[in-house]
């Protein structure tokens, strides 16, 4: 509502006012294009997304934005702050806040450029985390017997795929697990997709395909979620997107990239008549190398037929080849006792030798005792004219401070003994006693 006062300026209502500025700007702004960096990027649960476009040039100005869920279904990517995009749309006020925005009908990036450099940056992130390592790639099965086909089910790829199948390997059983491949929420979808092949009873392999198209259509397959989740993947992971030109992270990330739809499936299926070929040749290399068996068994046959034949000629043969062998067991016996024989002489004389010396050397250790044990005998000492003098206890007698006089004593030689008794003790001056231990003879 809008009032005029006494001065004659006209007043405006705020809703009033808003309302005509809207309308001013949906007569000049119907249709506008603006180019800028996005900033603070959001996506609501019913789907609207809500950002502020920044200016492309890093100056301060900023611009509300709102694009409604039909529109953001048709985005080619999944939009990120710092990407700079280019939106087309038309100016209003939002009157809750009075707040200009940009009602956003589209959205595209800048430029191939800048989203190959965004590609290449990406792709160098996941190389270094080993994402691509040909190590980690499997090996196709061989002879698959069910395929998992992962793409749009209108789509050329499909087609392409299941008239492949049936004209190489119509043997191969064809599952298709249907998925979004282009736009926003196909990244999304083919995770999904993705997680739902590997779920599939008795599969061998995964056919992850897309027709071709420009690199804002084959975006989703260079979405970060897609890339992990083909790595991941429990089966091994054939990719063909794209024409043979077109190269994207899942190709990368996949056990087995093929050019195209059509070479996926030639890749993941051996020809059927290529088989068939294969398998008659190893029947006959088989059937040949069983008949040679069959041709060298029955000469063996053959053979041991002639020799039952002659039983006697046999028993003859074997007759002499026991005698050959009694004697050859007789003369190693004889050789064996005759070593013995030879060992026990030979050790026998050792013997005798060794006792004859130990006898020797007992005998001269014998001697010398003898000789030692003589020396000591005291009647020898006797025999050269000494006496030996014992009291009548007959302890002796080895000083003259031990005699006195009136004491009986007897003296011994050599030839015989006498008994004396003391008159009279001399003893020399100075000499000292004896100790009281006494020795017997």
Known sequence: MQSSSTSGVQVWGVAGLLLAVSDALAARFSSVAVRGELSGFSRASSGHCYFTLK???????????????????????????????????????????????????SMQ????????EEFLRLKARLEAEGL?????????????????????????????????????APHVH???????????????????????????????????????????????????RVVRAVRASGLPVVCGVGHETDVTLADLAADLRAPTPTAAAELAAPERAALLQGLGLRAELLERRVQRRLDGAAQMLDTLALRLHRPAQRLRIEQGRLETLAQRHHAALSRALERQRLALGHRAQRVAQAGGAMRARHADRLQAQAARLAALDPRRVLARGYA??????????????????????????????ATARVTEVEVEPGSPPPSKKRRTP
């Open 109 to 116: 990036r800048v430029g191939a450029g800048a989203l190959y």
């Open 55 to 105: 200016d492309a040039q890093g100056g301060n100005a900023g611009l509300r934005c709102a694009m409604f869920r039909r529109a953001a279904m048709l985005m080619a990517f999944n939009p990120q702050d710092g990407q700079q995009v280019e939106l087309r749309g038309r100016l209003a006020v939002y009157e809750a806040r009075g707040e200009l925005q940009m009602v956003v009908e």
């Open 132 to 168: 691509f390592d040909a190590v980690r790639k499997r090996p196709l099965p061989a002879y698959p017997r069910r395929l998992v086909v992962v793409t749009s089910a209108s789509g050329a790829a499909i087609h392409d795929v299941l008239t492949t199948l049936a004209r190489r």
């Open 388 to 417: 030996w003098v014992e009291n009548d206890d007959g302890q002796a007698i080895v000083s003259a401070h031990s005699l006195l006089p009136g004491q009986s004593m007897r003296a011994v030689w050599a030839d015989g003994r």
């Open 174 to 224: 064809v599952v298709l697990v249907p998925t979004l491949v282009q736009g926003a929420q196909a990244p999304e979808a083919i995770v999904r997709a993705l997680a739902l092949a590997n779920a599939v009873d008795e599969a061998d392999a995964i056919l992850l395909c897309r027709g071709g198209g420009s690199l804002e259509d084959l975006w989703s397959f260079n979405d970060e």
